[in-house]
């Protein structure tokens, strides 16, 4: 086993339950992001058990891990320019919006608002960077739960009129708790949102340079586009990489 492989199976790994990108399915870890982490392991020699098992935790508890324990990796974080500066991304591994939806059939009451419409209450996932953007965007009243399926249910139930939420995992989600997508519609694009692996910045740097050099290569090769194309048919690819430092 080479060195790097050594660090890469030291590192502990977490992800959410967020299809399709990332999701728990009959006691196995699934998902868009699960294929490309297993396919970086793959190529650094890692193996799937022991430390280098990926964890789906709530997000919470993941991100907690990330900024307070060493050799700690989470995925997929959405990048912002407050979490540049508390750990290590690598990526993009997908690029999705940040977008704030409603019942169908709401959204003409919701466009009479005008500015109004930034007083009405505001489902979230709890702890995520899509709560973190829309106080940035002027929402001011944030209700915040657990899991994207409880926000959902919440929005349903007409406990809110605005759940805000990355494009990529609403349908899925709805779907996930019996309901149909077109029971919601879009209201708004909020911001374009990327998606990282996240590396504590207690993780060696032998470890995330191995991740560097094996991501780049799935990403040269064509592993990532067909994995990519897999699981988001109407998506294009990410195919730079970058690696973003603390200061």
Known sequence: MSAAAACAQDLQ??????????????????????????????????????????????????????????????FTVGRSEEREKLMVLLGPIAISSTSLYTRRGNFAYLESLGDEILKLKVGAYRSSI??????????????QAPTPQIVANMLLAKRFDLWVEGSFVVSSVLKEIGHSPDEVEKVKVLDSL???????????????????????????DGTFTKIYNKWLPNEIAPLTLIRLTPP
């Open 194 to 220: 990327e998606l990282y692996l996240a590396f504590s910045t207690q993780t060696r740097d032998s470890t995330i340079k191995a991740w560097e050099e094996a991501f780049r290569a799935i990403k040269r």
């Open 130 to 143: 899509f709560a973190d953007t829309a106080r940035k965007k002027g929402y001011t009243d944030i209700e």
């Open 13 to 74: 790994i977490f992800t959410e339950d967020w299809p399709p990108i990332t999701f728990g399915n009959n006691n196995k870890v699934d998902g868009m992001a699960v294929e490309v982490v297993r396919a970086i392991q793959a190529r650094i020699s890692s193996t799937a058990g022991g430390s280098s098992a990926i964890q789906v935790v709530p997000w919470a508890r993941g991100y907690k891990a990330l900024l307070e324990e060493p050799n700690t990796m989470l």
